[in-house]
């Protein structure tokens, strides 16, 4: 057996599930999904809000997108003037940035964070954009 990776885009809705089903009883909270092929599903909130990721927008990739991404942050000072943050986003993964300035005495902590937010945030476009991307034409190879 092979492994694969599929990303969808789909609407979705919340919606109380209509019949009992798997484990789970009619009026339990949920989603309704539609698929662009015009299949419609319903799933349980815990496990529709741990897959799916809520876009601002259909066809492109907002700051509240990117921003809301971001889960957690952590900076610490290394040395006596570099910053190192840590961002660990919503599916697991994480990403570190540095900072530093030339003379000790500039040193600025928040500065520096906002540095390395300002590249990780920028990584982060391009993570979600390639994401969108593959939702919406999956990956045929087409250019």
Known sequence: MKNYISVKMIKAEPCKAWKDFKGHMTGDEGYKIYYPDGYVSWCPKDIFEAQYLELEKENTISQ???DNFIS???AIKMGD???VVQATFKNGFSMVSGSSCVE????????GKQCCMEKIKDHVWGFLGFLLQSAKNGFKGDE
Do not use: L, Q, R, W
């Not at 000790?104 to 500065?111: A, V």
């Open 81 to 83: 003037k570099t910053t």
């Open 64 to 66: 509240s997108d990117v």
């Open 104 to 111: 000790p005495k500039n040193f600025d902590m928040e500065i």
């Open 72 to 74: 957690k942050v952590e």
